[in-house]
C-alpha cells in the first residue's frame, strides 16, 4: 500500500498538475544552483575569455583561464557535468512518465514531450561542447545499470540532439500566453539547432573542413529569420534596455532563464558591481570601435589617448563601466573613478541593474547574494543573425545576405555599414569582431575562441588593468585546454570513464 503523507512512483502521476511540476523540475536546473544561475553564471565564463578577470578564480574560472584546471579544480568543471546530468536525468524520468497520467489533453502532452526534448538537447550540447565524448543516457535513472557507463562517442551525442530538437521543433508552439513566459518554442528549438550546427561547421569540431557543414548551419539560422515575422522575433531598438528586467521576454528574446526574486534569484549584480568578479579587461575595451566605425588603430579614426572613451561603438557604453564616466539620477549626477572597481577599473554593466542613464550606482548594502532577477538570455535574434552570416560567409563567401545581417546589427547602435567588397577573409574578421563586441559580456566569446581554435592565440598572453598595468599572463595549452578534464568526483564512480588526453 502507497504512503498518503508523500509522492511514490506509484502514486505522483496522477494528475496534470504532477506533470507540470515534473516538468518545471526539468528547467528548475537552469537556474540558481544549476546551468545559468549561482555558482555556474555564465557571467564568470567571459573571465575564461580576453574579455574579463576572475580575480578571486570564482567557480575555478581563472584557474580555466590560466590553463591550470585538472580534474580535482572543482568549481565549474564537477559542478556543469552534474547539472547537465541532473536535468538529464529529469528530463529521462519526465519523458518516460508523462503517458501515465490520463487528465492531460494529447495536445498538451504532446507540447510538454517537446519542452522536454530541447531541455534534454541543451543539456547534452553543453557535455559534448566542454567534454567531446560523454555517456548518452536515454532512460530514466538507474544507478544499477548507468553507474558505470562507458563514454559514447560525440557524433552520436550530436545525432542525438538534433533528433531531439528536431522532435520538439514538430511539437513546440511559435508562442506562448503571458502565463507561461520562458517555456521553449518552437523558433528556441529551430535557433539551438542552428548554434549546435554552427559549432560542428566550426575549426575545432570540423577538422575535415566539410563546407556542407557550413551550408547546413547557414539553412537552420536562415529557416529562424524566415519564421521571425510570424514569431514576433526582431531585434529590440535599444541595446542597453534589452538587458533590463524592465523589458524581459521582449521580441529579441528566443529563449532565456527566467528569474524572480525573492523565489528564485540570482547574483549578477554582486558578480558585476559589488564583487567586481567578472571585471572587464583593457584588450576588451580597446576592441571597440570609434563611432565612425574605424578601429582605434586607425590613424584617422580620430581616437585620442588623453579621452579614450570619447566617439565609441555606442555598445562600450552599454556594457562597461568606465573611469570618468558620469552617472545620472535626476539632478544628481557623480562620476566613475577607477577606485570604485580597483581590479581592472571597470566594471559589467550588462546584466545588471547599473545603469547610468537612470540611477547612481547601486551602494554594497543595498543588493545581497540571490536578490538579483534580470533573465538570462541564453539565445537571442542577434546571435542568429551573426550565426548565419558566418556560417554563409564560410559556405558561399559575403554575399549580400550576409552584409544585411551585420549590418542589422550595427544599425540598432547607430555603427556605420561594413565597408562593401570585403574578401571572405575580411568579412570572416568583421563578424569575429561583431560576436565579441554585441555579446560582451554574456559568456558566449569563451566558447567561441575555442570553436574558432584560435584560443591558443588570444590567450597565450599578458593582461592589464586600464592603467595598463600587468594582472598575470595567462597560458593555453592547445594540445589539452580545448576541452575539459572529467572531473576525479565522476571517475571514482564511474571506472569505465576515460579521462581527456593531458589531464
Same mark, same amino acid.
Given at each position: 500500500? /502507497? +504512503?498518503? !503523507?508523500?509522492? &511514490? *512512483?506509484? $502514486?505522483?502521476?496522477?494528475? @496534470?498538475?504532477?506533470?507540470?511540476?515534473?516538468?518545471?523540475?526539468?528547467?528548475?536546473?537552469?537556474?540558481?544552483?544549476?546551468?545559468?544561475?549561482?555558482?555556474?553564471?555564465?557571467?564568470?565564463?567571459?573571465?575564461?575569455?580576453?574579455?574579463?578577470?576572475?580575480?578571486?578564480?570564482?567557480?575555478?574560472?581563472?584557474?580555466?583561464?590560466?590553463?591550470?584546471?585538472?580534474?580535482?579544480?572543482?568549481?565549474?568543471?564537477?559542478?556543469?557535468?552534474?547539472?547537465?546530468?541532473?536535468?538529464?536525468?529529469?528530463?529521462?524520468?519526465?519523458?518516460?512518465?508523462?503517458?501515465?497520467?490520463?487528465?492531460?489533453?494529447?495536445?498538451?502532452?504532446?507540447?510538454?514531450?517537446?519542452?522536454?526534448?530541447?531541455?534534454?538537447?541543451?543539456?547534452?550540447?553543453?557535455?559534448?561542447?566542454?567534454?567531446?565524448?560523454?555517456?548518452?543516457?536515454? /532512460? +530514466?535513472? !538507474?544507478?544499477? &545499470? *548507468?553507474? $558505470?557507463?562507458?563514454?559514447? @562517442?560525440?557524433?552520436?551525442?550530436?545525432?542525438?540532439?538534433?533528433?531531439?530538437?528536431?522532435?520538439?521543433?514538430?511539437?513546440?508552439?511559435?508562442?506562448?500566453?503571458?502565463?507561461?513566459?520562458?517555456?521553449?518554442?518552437?523558433?528556441?528549438?529551430?535557433?539551438?539547432?542552428?548554434?549546435?550546427?554552427?559549432?560542428?561547421?566550426?575549426?575545432?569540431?570540423?577538422?575535415?573542413?566539410?563546407?556542407?557543414?557550413?551550408?547546413?548551419?547557414?539553412?537552420?539560422?536562415?529557416?529562424?529569420?524566415?519564421?521571425?515575422?510570424?514569431?514576433?522575433?526582431?531585434?529590440?531598438?535599444?541595446?542597453?534596455?534589452?538587458?533590463?528586467?524592465?523589458?524581459?521576454?521582449?521580441?529579441?528574446?528566443?529563449?532565456?532563464?527566467?528569474?524572480?526574486?525573492?523565489?528564485?534569484?540570482?547574483?549578477?549584480?554582486?558578480?558585476?558591481?559589488?564583487?567586481?568578479?567578472?571585471?572587464?579587461?583593457?584588450?576588451?575595451?580597446?576592441?571597440?570601435?570609434?563611432?565612425?566605425?574605424?578601429?582605434?588603430?586607425?590613424?584617422?579614426?580620430?581616437?585620442?589617448?588623453?579621452?579614450?572613451?570619447?566617439?565609441?561603438?555606442?555598445?562600450?557604453?552599454?556594457?562597461?563601466?568606465?573611469?570618468?564616466?558620469?552617472?545620472?539620477?535626476?539632478?544628481?549626477?557623480?562620476?566613475?573613478?577607477?577606485?570604485?572597481?580597483?581590479?581592472?577599473?571597470?566594471?559589467?554593466?550588462?546584466?545588471?541593474?547599473?545603469?547610468?542613464?537612470?540611477?547612481?550606482?547601486?551602494?554594497?548594502?543595498?543588493?545581497?547574494?540571490?536578490?538579483?532577477?534580470?533573465?538570462?538570455?541564453?539565445?537571442?535574434?542577434?546571435?542568429?543573425?551573426?550565426?548565419?552570416?558566418?556560417?554563409?560567409?564560410?559556405?558561399?563567401?559575403?554575399?549580400?545576405?550576409?552584409?544585411?545581417?551585420?549590418?542589422?546589427?550595427?544599425?540598432?547602435?547607430?555603427?556605420?555599414?561594413?565597408?562593401?567588397?570585403?574578401?571572405?577573409?575580411?568579412?570572416?574578421?568583421?563578424?569575429?569582431?561583431?560576436?565579441?563586441?554585441?555579446?560582451?559580456?554574456?559568456?558566449?566569446?569563451?566558447?567561441?575562441?575555442?570553436?574558432?581554435?584560435?584560443?591558443?592565440?588570444?590567450?597565450?598572453?599578458?593582461?592589464?588593468?586600464?592603467?595598463?598595468?600587468?594582472?598575470?599572463?595567462?597560458?593555453?595549452?592547445?594540445?589539452?585546454?580545448?576541452?575539459?578534464?572529467?572531473?576525479?568526483?565522476?571517475?571514482?564512480?564511474?571506472?569505465?570513464?576515460?579521462?581527456?588526453?593531458?589531464?
Amino acid at each position: 500500500m /502507497d +504512503p498518503h !503523507d508523500r509522492y &511514490t *512512483q506509484n $502514486n505522483f502521476w496522477q494528475s @496534470s498538475q504532477a506533470a507540470n511540476a515534473a516538468l518545471t523540475g526539468c528547467y528548475a536546473v537552469l537556474r540558481y544552483s544549476g546551468v545559468y544561475g549561482g555558482a555556474a553564471t555564465p557571467l564568470w565564463e567571459e573571465t575564461a575569455s580576453p574579455n574579463a578577470y576572475n580575480y578571486s578564480n570564482s567557480d575555478g574560472w581563472n584557474s580555466i583561464a590560466e590553463g591550470l584546471q585538472s580534474s580535482t579544480t572543482g568549481g565549474i568543471i564537477s559542478s556543469r557535468w552534474a547539472n547537465c546530468y541532473e536535468g538529464i536525468g529529469r528530463c529521462n524520468y519526465f519523458l518516460a512518465n508523462v503517458d501515465r497520467v490520463i487528465s492531460i489533453d494529447e495536445a498538451t502532452r504532446t507540447r510538454m514531450k517537446g519542452e522536454a526534448y530541447f531541455l534534454r538537447a541543451l543539456f547534452y550540447f553543453l557535455l559534448e561542447n566542454y567534454w567531446g565524448d560523454v555517456p548518452l543516457i536515454l /532512460d +530514466p535513472p !538507474d544507478p544499477s &545499470t *548507468q553507474s $558505470n557507463l562507458p563514454r559514447t @562517442s560525440r557524433q552520436q551525442i550530436i545525432e542525438q540532439i538534433l533528433k531531439d530538437l528536431d522532435s520538439a521543433t514538430l511539437v513546440l508552439p511559435l508562442k506562448y500566453g503571458s502565463s507561461d513566459l520562458g517555456r521553449a518554442t518552437k523558433g528556441a528549438a529551430m535557433a539551438l539547432k542552428a548554434r549546435v550546427l554552427l559549432f560542428e561547421a566550426s575549426p575545432l569540431f570540423n577538422t575535415n573542413n566539410d563546407k556542407n557543414k557550413w551550408k547546413l548551419a547557414a539553412d537552420a539560422a536562415k529557416a529562424v529569420i524566415d519564421i521571425s515575422s510570424s514569431a514576433g522575433y526582431g531585434l529590440y531598438p535599444d541595446y542597453r534596455s534589452l538587458f533590463l528586467p524592465e523589458n524581459e521576454n521582449n521580441k529579441e528574446v528566443i529563449f532565456d532563464v527566467q528569474f524572480i526574486y525573492p523565489q528564485e534569484g540570482n547574483s549578477f549584480d554582486l558578480i558585476c558591481g559589488q564583487y567586481n568578479s567578472n571585471a572587464p579587461l583593457l584588450d576588451l575595451v580597446l576592441s571597440y570601435e570609434m563611432k565612425n566605425g574605424l578601429p582605434i588603430t586607425d590613424p584617422s579614426s580620430g581616437y585620442r589617448p588623453d579621452s579614450p572613451y570619447l566617439n565609441r561603438d555606442p555598445r562600450l557604453y552599454a556594457t562597461i563601466v568606465y573611469p570618468g564616466e558620469v552617472w545620472v539620477s535626476g539632478s544628481n549626477k557623480v562620476t566613475v573613478t577607477s577606485s570604485w572597481f580597483p581590479i581592472t577599473g571597470y566594471a559589467m554593466q550588462k546584466l545588471s541593474v547599473y545603469n547610468s542613464a537612470t540611477k547612481p550606482p547601486v551602494k554594497a548594502s543595498d543588493i545581497k547574494d540571490g536578490q538579483s532577477y534580470i533573465n538570462y538570455i541564453v539565445i537571442r535574434y542577434a546571435d542568429v543573425l551573426l550565426m548565419y552570416a558566418e556560417a554563409q560567409n564560410e559556405f558561399i563567401g559575403p554575399d549580400p545576405s550576409v552584409y544585411d545581417a551585420v549590418n542589422q546589427i550595427r544599425a540598432r547602435v547607430g555603427m556605420p555599414n561594413v565597408a562593401p567588397g570585403l574578401t571572405q577573409d575580411s568579412m570572416r574578421q568583421v563578424i569575429r569582431h561583431e560576436r565579441r563586441i554585441e555579446f560582451a559580456g554574456e559568456g558566449l566569446y569563451y566558447n567561441d575562441i575555442r570553436r574558432w581554435k584560435i584560443a591558443e592565440l588570444v590567450m597565450n598572453s599578458p593582461i592589464y588593468t586600464w592603467k595598463h598595468t600587468l594582472i598575470e599572463t595567462r597560458r593555453f595549452n592547445p594540445n589539452r585546454d580545448y576541452w575539459w578534464p572529467i572531473p576525479q568526483t565522476q571517475l571514482d564512480l564511474n571506472h569505465n570513464l576515460v579521462q581527456n588526453p593531458g589531464y
